[in-house]
């Protein structure tokens, strides 16, 4: 009898551990062996079924398209894991109607500016695990379809007010799990659609209020941090003055 249970618990562990992590984040899309095309450098392989899903996970860093592959209708692309460096734009002119696009686990330092010309319908982009950097003066992309973005585990140290200035339609922005120190209200006020704001795992010792967030806002992550305990924050005003005085 136990070692009846003990295989059961196996098994059902096995078939937890087995499920897709990363790449199995999907909205909308559902892929499967009958829509999906896994291009890889020596052969493509197509499915029976118009292709709406791509997987080039196979190709390694040579990214080589031709343009006579029956692509043109896919709306999720899955480029996770790949080792790719840079985000190439050439390749998303096979696929114009990409809707999501799953490049977790990867060494993407930058994104291009105008990302609504490159993916035009763009609505989630997955970018966990890579190595974004957020740039000083200009904000991240500029997207105006874009509903989902996961930035998580990026060693991002610092956002910027203009940051998210032009991805006006966010709604779910995962950010955990970075090197984050500091943020304010006004990194997140152009994100008046936003729903889901995940800022667990940082190094903040402060976070705003929600009453100082998006009104849009309803969930809000802030757990993992260096939180000061809210008994510092609310010190008698005598001993804030004089800590001033001697800083
Ligand atoms: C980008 O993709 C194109 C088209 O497949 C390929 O020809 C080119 O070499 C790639 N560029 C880089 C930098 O990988």
């Known amino acids: 009898m136990p070692r009846k249970l003990f295989i059961t618990v196996i098994i059902v562990l096995n078939s937890i551990l087995q499920q897709p992590v990363d790449g199995g984040f999907t909205e909308g899309a559902a892929c499967s062996n009958r829509n999906t095309a896994y291009l890889n450098p020596s052969k493509?392989?197509?499915?029976?079924?118009?292709v709406k899903c791509v997987?080039?996970?196979?190709m390694g860093k040579s990214l080589i398209f031709y343009k006579q592959w029956p692509i043109g209708q896919a709306d999720t692309l899955y480029a996770d894991h790949m080792h790719l460096t840079s985000f190439n734009r050439t390749i998303f002119t096979f696929m114009p109607n990409l809707e999501m696009v799953?490049?977790?686990g990867n060494k993407i330092k930058r994104l291009p500016i105008a990302m609504s010309s490159?993916?035009?319908k763009l609505t989630t982009l997955l970018l966990a695990k890579n190595r974004i950097q957020i740039p000083k003066k200009k904000p991240l992309m500029r997207c105006f379809t874009i509903k989902t973005l996961m930035l998580s585990h990026?060693?991002?140290?610092?956002?910027?007010?203009m940051t998210f200035a032009k991805t006006p339609s966010l709604r779910v922005?995962?950010?955990d799990s970075n090197y984050l120190k500091y943020i304010t209200p006004k990194m997140f006020s152009h994100l008046t659609n936003l729903k889901y704001l995940h800022l667990g795992n940082n190094l903040l010792k402060r976070v705003p209020s929600k009453?100082?967030?998006p009104k849009s806002l309803s969930i809000y992550i802030v757990k993992g941090n260096k939180l000061e305990r809210k008994r510092n924050a609310a010190r008698p005003k005598r001993n804030t003055a004089v800590s001033l005085k001697i800083s």
């Open 173 to 175: 922005l995962y950010l």
């Open 154 to 161: 990026n060693k991002i140290r610092a956002l910027q007010t």
């Open 211 to 213: 009453a100082y967030m």
């Open 102 to 104: 799953d490049l977790t």
């Open 55 to 58: 997987d080039i996970t196979g």
């Open 44 to 50: 493509a392989l197509f499915p029976s079924d118009p």
């Open 118 to 120: 490159v993916i035009p």
